[in-house]
Each structure stands twice: as C-alpha cells, then as structure tokens.
C-alpha cells in the first residue's frame, strides 16, 4: 500500500518517534511504501512529497521537532482547499493517510475523511486536550521542561523576596499550568478550567507573606481567565483576531499584584521552550507505540479512527467522536493543586 503521512500544528517532542514507527513497522514488516508530506496540509495540497524510507529515520528517536515539518494551515478554511487535498492525494496513489496533530489538524483530518479519505489520526500537543485519549504526544516532555523552570525560579523567588509568576502555554485547557504547578510546588496555580478572582489572590499572597513566607510562585495558564464580574485594574491585551497574545495574562496579573499588594513581581513566560528540545522517554515511547498503532490499523483496514492511550492500553477511537472537542482538567487533579498551595 501506498500510505501518506503528515504532521500538522505546532511541533512537539516526540514527533519523531512516531514517524519513525510508521516507516519501520510500516516499511519493514508490512512492506508498504510510506510519503510523507512537508509542512502538514499545506504539503498534501502543494504536492509537497518527502520519501520516507528507514534511510531517512535513522537517528531521529531522540530529536525535538519533527523531520516532516508542520504548519497552522487547514484545506477546509481555504478556496479550493479539499479539492487540492484529494487531487494530490489521487496524484500520488495515496490509499490511506496518517495525520499527527491537536485540535486544528484533526478537526480538518476528519472533513478530509467525510470526502472518502481513508485516515488514522495520532494525538499530539503539548497542551493535552485532545479528546478521547489520556495522554497526547508531546505532554510529558512540556511538562518536564516547565517543571525544571518552576524549580529554577524557586531560588531565585526566595532570595529576592519577590512574587515570580511563571506563565506557561494552554490556551483552552490547563494541563501544563496544574501537572507543573503540582511538580513544581507552587503556591497557586492559574488554569483556564477555574477562573480566578483577583481579591482571593492577592488576600492569599498577602497572608503566605505575612505567615509563612516572604515569596511566591504562581504558575499561570495563558489562557486562565478572571472569573465573571472580577474588578481588574487592567486589560488583557489580545491579538487582532482576538487571540490569546503570549505574556498577556502574566503581565496583567503582575500589574493587579503589584498594584494591590507592593510586592515586587516578575513574570517568565516559559513560550516556545515548553514544545522544543529533546523529547522525554515517556513521549519517545508513546510516539513509538502510536505510529505501530497507527500503521497496524491501516493494515487490517480501518479508517477514521484515532489512536488513544487509555489507562495502560493504546485503543482507536472514532475520529468523528473526538473532533472539535477539548479535554478539560478533571475537577480532582484542581483540588489537587488547591489542596497544596
Ligand atoms: O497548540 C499548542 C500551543 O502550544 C498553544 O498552547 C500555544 O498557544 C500555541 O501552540 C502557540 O502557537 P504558535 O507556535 O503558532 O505561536
């Protein structure tokens, strides 16, 4: 068989493995023949091809990023766009096709596969809100990396006596902000899934500083939110199309902190740190079972399903069950954090 493979979205450690499990299960044991394409769906509706042979994947295992390249593009969004998609597709004799992505890139992976495509999914974003599978590739290696950071501005917190806030990505789910916050042992923790009113935060800060402490760690979500009807002195800045603009919410918390208590505060926004690097084992691992995952599916004849790690077990979930939904939080891992601050 003739299987095309693309990555789509923001890249992610881990990426990597997974290619390279599609082309060695793929190539090697089912004998298939494996195209990728460059830069996610901007490649399929280019004709943008890369061979994918054992060749190529050698020495990836351990490398950040990923081989095929990706973009922030979806054929559905433009003029002409599917029609490209399946023309290329017919072009290059593609039977079936693997797409690695979040949200975006799975949500057009599902409209390709309403047009007749044959298509397996495998979940990455370092955010892990994909839903429908516990873990998405990229995660582990975002969360270590933001740990380490946390770790670091905990010296640094304590010797200058400051309020350091440490905004980390995850604009609709705060997977990042919790497990980090958690690992990291910070003092409060800011996600999306539960809005904050300032009044608590600053009373909270200025009893730690009057009890216990004299500094503090507060791990934000970019996409944390006050709560409805919250006073806030500031603004936050959004982009042109209103979206979520790196920095804004720590810089605006810093701003209502500072206001309202004195204490001097900084803010480090960990950006795109958190998806670059080497990927952790934990990723290298779920990437690896994944792409075999992935390929075997393709094999025994499925389609439009997506890869899904639940529990100890790496199962397909139907692509049309997960597309345009986020998985939020869970209720208990936030009490969890509250619990510790
Ligand atoms: O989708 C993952 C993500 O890491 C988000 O958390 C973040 O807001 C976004 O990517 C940043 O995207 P870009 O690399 O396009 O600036």
Redesign the pocket.
């Known amino acids: 068989m003739r299987v095309g493979l693309l990555t789509g ?2 890249d992610v450690p881990g990426l990597n493995a997974a290619i390279r499990a599609v082309v060695k299960r793929g190539e090697g044991e089912h004998g298939h023949s494996i195209v990728g394409f460059r830069n996610g769906w901007r490649g399929v509706v280019d004709g943008d091809v890369q061979p994918l042979t054992r060749g190529h994947i050698r020495n990836v295992l351990s490398v950040g990023g990923t081989l095929l390249g990706t973009a ?1 593009y979806h054929p559905h969004s433009s003029d002409g766009g599917l029609d490209a998609v399946m023309a290329t597709l017919e072009a290059e004799r593609i039977e079936a096709l693997i797409c690695i992505g ?1 949200d975006g890139t799975l949500h057009a992976a599902s409209k390709v596969a309403e047009a007749g495509v044959k298509i397996v999914a495998i979940p990455k ?3 892990n809100d994909v839903w429908g599978t516990d873990r998405s590739i990229g995660f582990d290696s975002a969360v270590s990396i933001a740990t380490e950071a946390v770790d670091r501005i905990h010296t640094t917190a304590e010797s200058h006596n400051r309020v350091m806030i440490v905004e980390v ?3 609709t789910a705060g997977w990042i902000a919790v497990t980090a916050g958690i690992a990291g042992g910070a003092e409060l923790v800011l996600a999306p899934e539960d809005p904050f009113d300032i009044e608590k935060v600053v009373r909270f800060l200025k009893h730690r500083h009057r009890a216990h402490a004299s500094f503090s760690i507060v791990v934000v979500a ?1 996409g944390a939110v006050p709560a409805e009807g919250t006073a806030m002195h500031y603004e936050t800045q959004v982009g042109k199309f209103g979206e ?1 603009v790196a920095g804004a919410i720590g810089e605006r918390l810093k701003a209502e902190i500072e206001a309202r208590t004195g204490f001097d505060t900084r803010v480090t926004v960990l950006g ?1 740190t ?2 670059g690097g080497v990927p952790t084992p934990t990723d290298r691992i779920l990437g690896s079972r994944f792409g075999v995952a992935a390929i075997d599916a393709i094999t025994r004849g499925e389609s439009n399903v997506m890869t899904a790690l639940r529990g100890e077990e790496v199962v397909l979930v139907p692509l049309s069950e997960v597309a345009g939904k986020v998985k939020h939080v869970p209720a208990s891992l936030l009490d969890v954090a509250r619990a510790l601050a």
């Open positions: 979205g923001g922030r979040g974003t370092i955010d990505m995850g604009r970019e979520i795109h958190q998806r």
